[in-house]
């Protein structure tokens, strides 16, 4: 088993920026690729990037040039950068990994999961 636990969650103004972090602890050796999803009262989670253990990275079309995501091996640790938010990002972020290659976008292929952080940002 893997456990996720995501923190930097919050309330923001349009156009601020925020950093999520989420580690992983247990078997960590057994997942590959790590990503971040997100998700709004009705509607279905999505994809909002995602990276692998060698650093590669894969990014929703929302997102591409606002977010980052990055990988820090050491501390089996990976963060999502968010820039200039929008009121459109607000949602629950969920960390998720996966024993496979993280370029699988459906949340169904995924394994593991965070309990969630609230982003907000306000208009």
């Known amino acids: 088993q893997v456990q996720l636990v995501e923190s930097g969650g919050g309330l923001v103004q349009a156009g601020g920026s925020l950093r999520l972090s989420c580690t992983a602890s247990?078997?960590?050796?057994?997942?590959?690729?790590m990503g971040w999803f997100r998700q709004t009262p009705g509607k279905e989670r999505e994809f909002v990037a995602s990276?692998?253990?060698?650093?590669?990275?894969f990014y929703a079309d929302s997102v591409q040039g606002r977010f980052t995501i990055s990988l820090d091996n050491a501390k089996n640790t990976i963060y999502l950068q968010m820039n200039s938010l929008k009121p459109e990002d607000t949602a629950v972020y969920y960390c998720?990994?996966?024993?496979?290659?993280?370029?699988?976008?459906?949340?169904?292929?995924?394994?593991?999961w965070g309990q969630g952080t609230q982003v907000t940002v306000s208009s």
């Open positions: 998720a990994a996966r024993g496979a290659s993280a370029v699988v976008l459906t949340p169904r292929a995924w394994n593991y």
């Open positions: 247990g078997r960590t050796f057994s997942y590959y690729g």
């Open positions: 990276i692998n253990t060698n650093s590669n990275t």
